[in-house]
C-alpha cells in the first residue's frame, strides 16, 4: 500500500471515508486518500506506448481514446515520464497543435 499521489510508503491509517473504506493519511505529502481507489493497473508496455505516440505528438485526448485509457490516467503517465524530456522532443515538431496538458 502507497500514497496515489506520491508513491511514498509513509502512510497511516485515518478512519473510515462515508463509503466505510480504509482511508489513510500520508504522511509524506499530508494528503489524505481511500483505500482501493477507482485505479486500475495497466502493463507496462501500454504506458511505454502511451508515452511514445505523445512525444511523437499525437494529443492526449487521441491517445485515451485509441488505448481506452481513461484521459487522466494518460496523462498521469506523461508527467511521471518526465515532462522536460518530453518537451525537448516535440521541441523539433513545432508545428503541431498544442494540446494543453
Ligand atoms: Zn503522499
Given amino acids: 500500500m502507497r500514497c496515489v499521489y506520491c508513491n511514498s510508503e509513509k502512510i497511516v491509517k485515518?478512519?473510515?471515508s462515508n463509503q466505510g473504506k480504509q482511508r489513510y493519511l500520508c504522511k509524506e505529502c499530508g494528503r489524505i486518500f481511500v483505500?482501493?481507489?477507482?485505479r486500475k493497473h495497466y502493463p507496462d508496455n501500454l504506458k511505454k506506448t502511451a508515452i511514445r505516440l505523445y512525444t511523437d505528438?499525437?494529443?492526449i485526448a487521441v491517445i485515451s481514446r485509441s488505448l481506452e485509457v481513461p484521459y487522466e490516467t494518460v496523462?498521469?503517465?506523461i508527467r511521471a515520464a518526465g515532462e522536460k524530456a518530453i518537451k525537448k522532443n516535440r521541441r523539433k515538431e513545432k508545428s503541431l497543435s498544442e494540446?494543453?496538458?
Fill in 14 to 16: 485515518n478512519g473510515k
Fill in 35 to 38: 483505500e482501493n481507489p477507482e
Fill in 75 to 77: 496523462r498521469s503517465w
Fill in 99 to 101: 494540446q494543453s496538458i
Fill in 57 to 59: 505528438g499525437v494529443p
